[in-house]
């Protein structure tokens, strides 16, 4: 298009060297540690495709069936995705820097910011479903972008396919889309919403939609249910966390820039037509403090203020003498060091506890699920073996379901159940089964499930080899016994959180 000419030219050469060192590290480092545990839930998921499970729509668990398939059931296998999902996401924030007006420097600091800040670093590792959302937030945050600078209403369809895509993945997008939309409705250029375009953009959003959509109101929108359990239960921590979280999941040395982003197109008048994106994250912020949503949740909108506000932040830097620039280079040195301490797994398993688990707990739910299989197929051999044709394995949650669906075939067990989230669509087990229950964790007294599953007596407690602090680290084995069939218990047993 013409506007592009007065663009500089997209530094393909130096961000493209980011990107392949950003490619080398994290293959280097996809295999160390294991699965996490919600990596093993969407290995589940994408065994059984759907158009939506219980707590996410259906693009990462695809992504995880495709990226199995193709490399391997392993963790290296699976995290090839979330590694070209990071690379992408880096290029695209560059290119968000050029729409600024930002030249070949500006452009290298951008992708270099992005590649080795704490969030993009830990999603880019280990596939989760924001692995996906931060790509598809930075593609609509430009793809708008364009179309406030050029005014092009064509830009309309961009905006309106990624948003499409990023309700199959998340339906966190759509406070992003909010967000901007307050802020043309205050600051314009209001120029773009007056075109047919918005329309067609609309609906390609709403086509891509559909299905997802279609698939939560046929299944009673459990995704708001479990949204409202997490407002419900850790509202109030989130909230407290919320300000301080935000200075923290990128990395405290980029906290001056993202905020010479929100303050920029008010300095300005040449980049009047980039306060939308100002104004988008405040309003994010706040709908999320009103929900009691989880503090990094707004973090992929603040990649695109780190693009807007690295040039005058450059500048800052260039004016200042040796000392500034000293300083500032150890800081962001230091800066880079925790980030990568933090989001990678760079130190042995055992130096896991502790400060590292404290800022990120992550890492410590890759660890042990091996071992852990390993300790179910011992509790596993107490059931006597006329009865182990009729005995179930009851799970407290996907995480430890899905590890035995990876792990457990090895160590000859059958098929294990969970009615956590969606492995309560996938159970539950065949009333037939009416012997021994080996029970994975504890029921809570005067809950339905105590009056469901009774008699339990502990026969083996879990540890990982590390003794790292995870979930699952003390867990109690038991064997109980049910008490109605499995068909009438189930409804009882499901849960959420």
């Not at 899905?402 to 059958?414: F, I, M, T, V």
Request: proline fraction near 8%.
């Amino acid at each position: 298009m013409g506007a592009d000419r007065d663009l500089p030219r997209f530094a393909a050469l130096p961000v493209g060297a980011v990107v392949a060192v950003q490619a080398v590290v994290l293959t280097a480092l996809s295999g160390r540690y294991g699965f996490h545990r919600d990596e093993l839930y969407f290995v589940a998921a994408g065994r059984r495709p759907d158009w939506g499970y219980v707590d996410n729509p259906p693009i990462t668990p695809w992504l995880a069936r495709a990226s199995t398939a193709v490399f391997g059931e392993t963790p290296a296998g699976l995290r090839v995705v979330a590694t070209l999902l990071g690379m992408a996401t880096v290029v695209v924030v560059a290119l968000i820097a050029r729409e600024f007006g930002g030249g070949r420097g500006v452009q290298l600091f951008t992708a270099i910011a992005t590649a080795l800040s704490a969030y993009v670093l830990v999603v880019s590792h280990m596939l989760a479903t924001n692995s996906a959302d931060v790509l598809l937030w930075s593609l609509i945050a430009l793809s708008g972008l364009r179309l406030l600078r050029t005014g092009d209403g064509r830009w309309w369809l961009a905006v309106g396919a990624a948003t499409g895509l990023g309700l199959a993945n998340k339906w966190l997008v759509l406070l992003l889309v909010s967000g901007l939309g307050v802020g043309v409705a205050v600051a314009g250029p209001r120029r773009v919403l007056r075109t047919w375009w918005l329309a067609a953009g609309a609906g390609i959003a709403l086509v891509l939609a559909a299905p997802v959509v279609f698939w939560q109101a046929a299944h009673g929108w459990p995704m708001l249910t479990v949204a409202g359990g997490i407002s419900e239960d850790d509202g109030a921590e989130n909230r407290i966390l919320f300000v301080p979280m935000q200075l923290l999941l990128l990395s405290p040395v980029l906290v001056p820039v993202w905020i010479a982003g929100l303050v920029r197109p008010w300095r300005e008048p040449g980049l009047r037509w980039a306060r939308p994106l100002a104004i988008a994250y405040p309003v994010v912020c706040v709908e999320l403090l009103v929900l009691g949503g989880k503090p990094y949740y707004p973090v992929p909108l603040l990649l695109p203020l780190v693009a807007l506000g690295a040039e005058p932040v450059l500048r800052w830097l260039g004016r200042g003498g040796a000392p500034r620039r000293v300083l500032t280079g150890v800081a962001a040195a230091v800066c880079a060091v925790v980030s990568v301490l933090v989001g990678l797994p760079v130190v042995p398993v055992s130096a896991l506890n502790g400060a590292l688990l404290a800022m990120n707990k992550e890492p410590g739910e890759q660890v042990g699920w091996p071992e852990f299989a390993g300790t179910v197929a011992g509790a596993w051999a107490r059931i006597p073996a006329a009865e182990r044709d009729t005995a179930v394995i009851f799970t407290g949650n996907y995480g430890e379901a899905g590890a035995l669906d990876r792990y457990g075939p090895e160590h000859g067990l059958p098929p294990a159940y969970s009615a956590h989230m969606s492995y309560a669509d996938w159970g539950p087990p065949p009333d037939r089964l009416v012997g021994p229950v080996l029970l994975v964790g504890r029921i809570d007294r005067g809950s339905p499930a105590s009056r469901l599953i009774t008699g339990c007596r502990t026969v083996a407690k879990h540890h990982n080899a590390e003794g790292v602090d995870n979930d699952e680290e003390g867990v109690v084995l038991s064997l109980c016994t049910l008490t109605r069939p499995w068909s009438e218990a189930w409804p009882r047993l499901r849960h959420y959180y």
